[in-house]
Structures are given as structure tokens and as C-alpha cells.
């Protein structure tokens, strides 16, 4: 029996899901897209007819919806005959869009941590303050719930896993490098939400070292990495959702998070937050209105969906995992390389959407298939990767391998 899939959310993230659960819907069945704003969805709904990503005739239809409301997000899961929820809406609505699905039986995938909207960088580890919390309501309604299945998290979850299983006896240390090397013609923007992506920068910069969290502040310790086709970017050590994760299955090694930063972003961010701007608390102004410092910024800053057209470069994002093999020192740097153009000209979105949105797709289909349907609460390092690592190889997204700093070929067959 196929099982229909419910994407909720409708920005550059979710037109990607939506294309790519259109290419695969002969493995799935009738496809569903909600959001707060119902023309976005019919947008995105009808860039997918567009594009002819349909593989068979068949359903893929837009709805309103505010995934906060738990009641209305379990009523469209029984509408529309959901057996798989992917969650690609703010991450403020994780929690309620969860439950919505414990209540109705619904497979739920998620691309990234929680988070209330009052508060910023809370109490490590961050699944620990909400997702993991629900493990045993997961389990007790049987359903499968996996987190974090974006590309960080998810991808290089699956990279350090994969690090584990094949190349390494002993993990020392996983070092996760994001960077992207695309122009988009703008003066300044965000690749996402950039509320979100503010967000994840203003508060304390956690890395799991000497088997303790330790804390430094943004921009505060960088590092030059030289990458395959991008070559030398500068990067900073920044917290980020995978390494809470990653520090419970790998606690006698080091995690740390690298992002790349341009000069520019380090400036305007640096001005922003020092003149109060990325304040996520209610502010009255001289007029008496209430205002949110960081939504206006978000209000005044392009909308990430629209930097796609004129995007181009790529991006390279991995795991340099140092350890042992046969007593000896060892490394191994698992990654991908996916070019911004290319990405627009199959799903109509930018890069950094692009690898974000086709794993969720890839964990539906191995959740369809059976593969991944464990019937509990998982983060992705939990599941075997060859089969997630495959998959995403022949959807767009394929991983390579460098052992000892030479490249070899990627044995992921399972």
C-alpha cells in the first residue's frame, strides 16, 4: 500500500521536498502541501505541473493551515490520508506538528531542532530540552519520528555514522564543515529564513570537547579550510543541531561545527546584534507599537526563495573524521559538492534548499519502503546510512570520500 505524504511548509526548502516527492510519487501516492499562506503552496504545487516532475498522473494538492493548531494539523492528516508527515516549516512548529502526528499515526520528519520563540540558545543538548523528551509517546503510538533529516543535520549525521561503520575503529574527533562558495547578486541576504538563521548565531557557541560542552562566542575561533572544488574558505566554530546529537552517540570525541562566513555577513551581523536588532523580545516604539527588532529585520531582507534565478557556484559540506584504523592514525573527510544552477534549473530553487530538501524525501521513501520505519524516535546516526547515502546519490545528492586525504570510490551499497 503507498502511503500519502503531507509536506507542511512552503518556503525554498519545501519546493525542493515537493519536486522531488513529485518525481518519486509511483513510490509514494497522493502528495499534500499546507502552509499558513495557501498561495504559496498552490505556487510551489504548480511549479512542480511546470517543470512535469509529476512521474505518474496523480494527486498533489495545496491547503491552508496553521501547524501550531494541533487539532487543525491532525484533522488534515486524517483529510488527506497522510501516513507521512514531512516537516519543513519553521522550527517553531515542530512540537505541535509532532503531535498532530502521535495522535494520528503518522510517520514524522523533521529537518531540524525545535525552538521557542522567546528563548535562544537554550541548555544543551538541545533535543534533550523538547524532541527527546517525547521518545516514549513516539514509541507508545508507534510511529516512526526522525529528526534532523535535512543535510546538517541529517546527511552528515549519516557521514559520521558511515565514518564508524567502515572507515574507523576509534572516532576521536568529527569536525563538520559547511560552506557555501555561491554569489547570488545581492548586497546581503540569508540562504534561509533569516530569522532562523540569526537565530542559530546569537546566542552561545556550544562544541562537545574533553567529554564536556564548552562554550566560546560567535566568530570567535576561526579556521581556513582548504575544500574540493570551492578550495580555501575562511570558516568559524558556531553551534549548530547536529552536534547535540553526535555528542550522545560519540561522547569521547570531539564535535564541532565549522561555517563559512563572508566578511560581509560577519559585519552586518556584528552591527545588527550590537545595535539590538536581532533581539527576538518585543520592543514598544516612539508611536507605542509593539514590534520584534529581529522580524523587522527579517521583514527588510530579501526572501531567500528569490536569490535562486541568479545563484551560482556551489556549495561543499562534510565530516573530517580523525581516529584510528588497525591501531594506527587515520581520517576520513566524507562529503558533497552540489552547484547552485544546477539545482535551479531541475527544482527551481537555490543550492543550500536544494540539499536541505531532497534527504527528508530520500528518509520518506526508506520509510515507505520499509527500510527506515523503526516505529520510535531516532536521530539519523541512529539508522544504518548506506541505504539513506544511496538513495540520495541517485537524487541528486551523491557522497564522496577522501581516506587519508586521498579520494576514493564510496562503497555504499548496502
Known amino acids: 500500500m503507498k502511503s500519502n505524504v503531507l509536506i507542511i511548509g512552503a518556503g525554498g526548502v519545501a519546493q525542493v521536498v515537493a519536486h522531488k516527492c513529485a518525481q518519486n510519487n509511483d513510490r509514494f501516492g497522493d502528495l499534500h502541501i499546507a502552509s499558513r499562506t495557501v498561495s504559496k503552496c498552490e505556487a510551489i504545487v504548480q511549479s512542480v505541473r511546470d517543470k512535469g516532475a509529476m512521474k505518474q498522473d496523480g494527486v498533489f494538492q495545496p ?40 495522535q494520528t499515526g503518522a510517520a514524522y520528519i523533521d529537518t531540524a531542532i525545535h525552538e521557542d520563540p522567546l528563548k535562544i540558545c537554550e541548555t544543551p543538548p538541545w533535543y534533550g530540552n523538547y524532541e527527546w523528551k517525547r521518545r516514549d509517546e513516539v514509541e507508545k503510538a508507534g510511529i516512526t519520528a526522525i529528526l534532523g533529516a535535512g543535510f546538517d543535520p541529517g546527511v552528515v549525521n549519516a557521514y ?22 555561491g554569489t547570488h547578486g545581492k548586497w546581503f541576504a540569508t540562504n534561509f529564513d533569516p530569522e532562523i538563521n540569526f537565530r542559530e548565531f546569537t546566542g552561545v557557541v556550544y562544541s562537545w570537547q574533553n567529554g564536556a560542552w564548552q562554550t566560546n562566542q560567535m566568530f570567535e575561533i576561526p579556521r581556513e579550510w582548504d575544500l574540493p572544488v570551492v578550495g580555501k574558505r575562511p570558516t568559524y566554530m558556531t553551534g549548530h543541531d547536529e552536534i547535540h546529537s553526535l555528542s550522545a552517540r560519540y561522547p569521547q570525541a570531539d564535535v564541532r561545527f565549522w561555517m563559512g562566513f563572508g566578511e560581509r555577513y560577519v559585519q552586518v551581523f556584528t552591527v545588527l546584534k550590537n545595535l539590538g536588532l536581532l533581539s527576538e523580545q518585543p520592543i ?17 531582507l530579501p526572501d531567500p526563495a528569490s536569490l535562486a534565478p541568479e545563484y551560482e557556484g556551489n556549495t561543499c559540506i562534510g565530516d573530517l573524521v580523525k581516529g584510528k584504523r588497525d591501531g594506527k592514525d587515520a581520517e576520513v573527510f566524507i562529503y558533497n559538492v552540489a552547484d547552485h544552477k544546477v539545482a535551479y534549473e531541475e527544482v527551481g530553487s537555490q543550492g543550500i534548499s536544494y540539499t536541505a530538501g531532497v534527504p527528508p524525501v530520500a528518509a520518506a521513501l526508506l520509510i515507505a519502503d520499509g527500510t527506515w520505519d523503526v516505529k520510535k524516535m531516532v536521530n539519523v546516526e541512529d539508522l544504518p546510512p548506506k541505504p539513506f547515502l544511496e538513495l540520495l546519490g541517485k537524487m541528486g545528492l551523491p557522497t564522496q570520500v577522501k581516506v587519508n586525504g586521498e579520494e576514493v570510490a564510496a562503497d555504499l551499497a548496502a
Open 63 to 102: 491547503h491552508q493551515l496553521d501547524a501550531t493548531d494541533v487539532a487543525a494539523t491532525a484533522a488534515l492528516i486524517e483529510k488527506t490520508g497522510a501516513k507521512i508527515v514531512i516537516n519543513v516549516g519553521s522550527a517553531f512548529v515542530n512540537m505541535p506538528v509532532l503531535s498532530a502526528c502521535i
Open 160 to 181: 559520521a555514522r558511515l565514518a564508524e561503520d567502515e572507515y574507523l575503529d576509534e572516532i576521536t574527533s568529527i569536525d563538520i564543515v559547511d560552506v557555501n562558495a
Open 284 to 300: 514598544e516604539t516612539a508611536e507605542g507599537q509593539q514590534v520584534v527588532p529581529l522580524k523587522v529585520v527579517k521583514a527588510c
